[in-house]
Each structure stands twice: as structure tokens, then as C-alpha cells.
């Protein structure tokens, strides 16, 4: 089986949306899926992190175990959207040769609405593997549009993460991987991540 490129968006989409990951305490994570869109505790004002990657979010959230992160929620949101942010984002780190200078990666991360961080994609064991999974992180403008714009769809998934701990644990290794979401390669070329891959 052929390995990845280093970077580059997987994710369950369709032709109209594209499926992210969070994972909230049971006060946010429950209305949510009842009402189909964040609460207004929902803090519209803070940075919030979506993930494309199922396997990334258990990593994050210990599997749906850590304190805080009980209940997993799969997003669906507008391809629109999910493209927007990354038209407006910058990456969350400098890098040198990359960006002209520290101060000018400063002043466009003070103005950019989204931030892309890259992190090692994980396997069901939740081990890092050799190539990257995109993290996108949305402030200002790109949370409330997330929360109120481009979410269509909000599902509870905690259920099918404990499923898959517990086929892991078992190990049941290719039960676990047929349960996993069918995320594959995001057409994103360059006019979308050409600012995004250092």
C-alpha cells in the first residue's frame, strides 16, 4: 500500500459537504446533537480546532475518554465553507525560508481568521505515522460562519469511538479499520494549500 504525500487533506466528504471532527463535554457536546447546531454556550468569540481525520481526534481525545471531550462529534459542513477557511488561513508556526521573516508571519497570523497546523496522522494504535494531518483552527469571523453558516449536520459519534477502542484493545485489528470513516484525498491543489505546505 502506498504511503501518503507528507501533506494532505483526507477527510469523508461528498460533493456539497465535508465531515470534521471536535470532541466537547457532555453541556456542549449533547444540545448540539439535539438541535443540529452549537449552542449558545458555545464560545463564538474563542479559537476552535476542527479536525478532518477521525483517527487524529481519538488520539486528541484519548477515544472519547478524556475529561471534557465525552462526547465526539462528527461536523458536516459546507465544502464552501471548509474552503473558505482555507483561503483565509495561515500556518500556525514560522517557518524560515518559508516566510519572508518572522515579523511579516506575525502580522499575517494577527490578521488571518483561520490557522493550519500539520500533524503526524495516527494509526488505530493512535501512533504517529510518517505523514500529516491537517488541523485547522477558526477564530473571529471563520468560528461564527462555523457555527452558524456552514454547519449542516452535527452527529454523535462517541458511541462508534468507544466500538473501535474496544476492537483495538481486543486486538481485532481489521474490524476496527472496516468500522473507521471512509475518508479519502480532498482535492485541494494548490490555489487551496499553496500557502499551507512549507
Do not use: N
Request: with cysteine; net charge positive; proline share 8%.
Amino acid at each position: 500500500m502506498s504511503v501518503p504525500p507528507k501533506y494532505q487533506i483526507r477527510a469523508l466528504h461528498t460533493e456539497s459537504t465535508v465531515t470534521v471532527y471536535q470532541a466537547y463535554g457532555p453541556s456542549i457536546g449533547l444540545p448540539a446533537v439535539r438541535d443540529g447546531r452549537f449552542p449558545d454556550a458555545w464560545k463564538r468569540d474563542r479559537m476552535t480546532w476542527i479536525k478532518p481525520s477521525f483517527l487524529w481526534m481519538m488520539y486528541r481525545c484519548g477515544w472519547g475518554l478524556k475529561e471534557g471531550q465525552q462526547t465526539v462529534l462528527a461536523v458536516e459542513i459546507t465544502r464552501e465553507g471548509f474552503e473558505w477557511a482555507l483561503r483565509h488561513a495561515c500556518l500556525s508556526h514560522y517557518v524560515r525560508g518559508f516566510h519572508p521573516d518572522r515579523g511579516a508571519w506575525k502580522r499575517e497570523l494577527k490578521q488571518a481568521p483561520t490557522r493550519v497546523q500539520w500533524d503526524p496522522e495516527r494509526d488505530v494504535h493512535l501512533t504517529a505515522l510518517p505523514y500529516r494531518s491537517l488541523q485547522l483552527g477558526l477564530a473571529g469571523e471563520a468560528a461564527r460562519r462555523y457555527a452558524d453558516e456552514w454547519t449542516v449536520g452535527i452527529r454523535d459519534v462517541t458511541p462508534l469511538a468507544h466500538d473501535i477502542h474496544a476492537l483495538v484493545r481486543a486486538g481485532r485489528l481489521d474490524e476496527a479499520e472496516k468500522r473507521l470513516p471512509g475518508e479519502r484525498p480532498y482535492p485541494a491543489g494548490p490555489e487551496l494549500l499553496g500557502q499551507l505546505v512549507a
